[in-house]
């Protein structure tokens, strides 16, 4: 898909989806208020996320990530075509619902379809970095943080995991893989 000199947006997966001919329904995970299209909304968590900020003609550097922070429904990964040197891929390509602690585990029908962030299953400042915890100084990674960390070391794991997690590049196109192949 082509988008717009400095276009900025996220992209997920939704699984478990079912839509009448009217486009309303809903989705085990990733849903948009039960509507086919989400219309610039975001997806209901958990949901694995890939987030990019496009630049321009005039300034063509790329920044990208795949993110954790709002959980995680199924494998993703983003990388260039070309770019040159130091363009990563960005990626969690485990099936992290596999490993998912039982706190986390959001289920339909008795299946593990998706695991939430310590923020999502908490809800407290302190796991979510908001608030007084709203700096890299006083939010730390959890413990679930890195879990998700060591088995998907290309994503986000919590809110200012940026150092290892956002990706810079030029070039100019990308390929957005969801559960691509081990």
């Known amino acids: 898909m082509d988008v717009p000199d400095k276009w900025s947006g996220r992209l997920w997966a939704r699984q478990g989806c079912r839509f009448d001919l009217n486009g309303k329904g809903s989705c085990d995970t ?25 630049g321009s003609s005039v300034s063509p550097l790329h920044f990208y990530d ?4 709002d959980g995680f429904n199924l494998p993703i990964s983003m990388a260039p075509v070309g770019g040159g040197i130091g363009c990563g891929r960005a990626a969690c390509e485990v099936d ?21 962030s310590a923020c999502l299953a908490m809800g407290s400042p302190k796991y979510c970095c908001t608030g007084e915890y709203a700096n890299p100084k006083t939010c730390k990674p959890t413990l679930f943080a890195h879990l998700f960390k060591a088995i998907c070391p290309k994503a986000y794991s919590y809110a200012f995991d940026d150092s290892s997690s956002l990706n ?13 192949p081990k």
């Open 96 to 116: 992290l619902n596999i490993c998912c602690p039982s706190a986390l585990e959001v289920k339909v029908n008795g299946k593990v379809v998706g695991c939430k």
């Open 66 to 69: 795949v993110s954790l922070v």
């Open 168 to 180: 810079k590049c030029r070039a100019s196109r990308y390929v957005i893989t969801f559960c691509p």
């Open 30 to 54: 990733g849903d948009c208020a039960g509507l086919l299209h989400c219309q610039g909304m975001g997806g209901v968590p958990p949901a694995t996320v890939v987030e990019m900020t496009l």
